[in-house]
């Protein structure tokens, strides 16, 4: 078929299609009638000579041909948004452009909370949208859902551009009066020791990872479902946690906490700033991503 035949809006549709498997839902996320989205899938039967979605049982699934295009068609998608996006350079003074970001609490607390500071003077206008990363983040970057993805290293997409934000130690954090923090701490102290861990949607961390490359258990005595929330539960208790080091000493004064080293030794963290491949030439992006460093450097 020849492409000037072709009706571009049709990829945002098949998109959608193969993500959802599902017509109803499919319509829900473009914002249309169902009546639509069904009429949008026969074009594209039409077009492609291909099923696209085949009903099995009662889920419907992408047919093999679906499955090879999925990955292009959101790269396409991509480099189309920013095609069409409006020209004539990028002004933090003067933007209202919205950014959307996916970022832990963590870094939410320790770097997006003094970028906000930056932008009341530099770009007030300038608008964020943070998500908490998941398991499908990986799959939103390639479709241009985010522009910036800011996640350890270990957890970015191969496929996609990333710059070094900052390197972060790991220590050890427990009460003020906790008598295992009085005197340096020991492996064996550590593991004895009761814990705060942080789990965030049933996935291991960073710091989970390390532990099991080192070969090292932990006696977790209480699970946290985020990095801000470990702090809070050690006051008043002979528990410890791992924590970042920006976040322990940004938290430390206000909860009476104390901050010891490893008594192991642990990779330092490379928390990156990821961005689609597509996006390289975009002035606003860049802009931010440059901010975003000079920030992490103080």
Not at 153 to 178: Q, T, Y
Not at 209 to 222: A, I, P, Q
């Amino acid at each position: 078929m020849r492409l000037d035949k072709f009706d571009l809006n049709l990829l945002v549709a098949l998109d959608v299609l193969i993500e959802e498997r599902n017509v109803t839902r499919a319509a829900q996320r473009l914002n249309v009638t169902q009546s639509a989205m069904s009429a949008s899938l026969k074009r594209l039967r039409e077009a492609l000579g291909d099923p696209i979605l085949v009903q099995h049982g009662k889920a419907m699934m992408p047919t093999p041909y679906a499955l090879t295009l999925a990955r292009e068609v959101s790269e396409a998608i991509a480099s189309l948004r920013r095609l069409i996006q409006p020209s004539g350079g990028f002004d933090p003074a003067t933007t209202t452009r919205l950014f959307r970001i996916a970022a832990s609490d963590y870094i939410a607390t320790v770097l997006l909370a003094p970028l906000l500071k930056v932008l009341e003077q530099q770009a007030p206008g300038l608008r964020l949208d943070i998500s908490l990363p998941t398991d499908g983040t990986s799959a939103q970057l390639a479709k241009g859902d985010f522009d910036l993805v800011l996640s350890p290293e270990d957890f970015i997409e191969p496929d996609h551009p990333a710059d070094l934000l900052f390197e972060e130690l790991h220590v050890v954090v427990g009460c003020e009066s906790n008598p295992l923090l009085a005197s340096p701490l020991t492996a064996e102290a550590f593991a004895s020791a009761g814990h705060v861990a942080v789990r965030i949607d049933g996935r291991n961390t960073y710091i989970d990872n390390e532990l099991n490359r080192l070969g090292l258990t932990r006696r977790v005595e209480v699970q946290a479902p985020s990095f801000i929330q470990a702090p809070w539960l050690l006051p008043g208790t002979r528990r410890i946690a791992l924590m970042h080091e920006r976040l322990a000493k940004l938290m430390a004064p206000a909860l009476g906490l104390r901050i010891a080293g490893l008594p192991f030794e642990v990779p330092v963290m490379r928390e990156m700033m990821q961005f689609h491949s597509a996006r390289r030439a975009d002035e606003g992006l860049s802009w931010l991503r440059e901010t975003l460093r000079n920030l992490a450097r103080t």
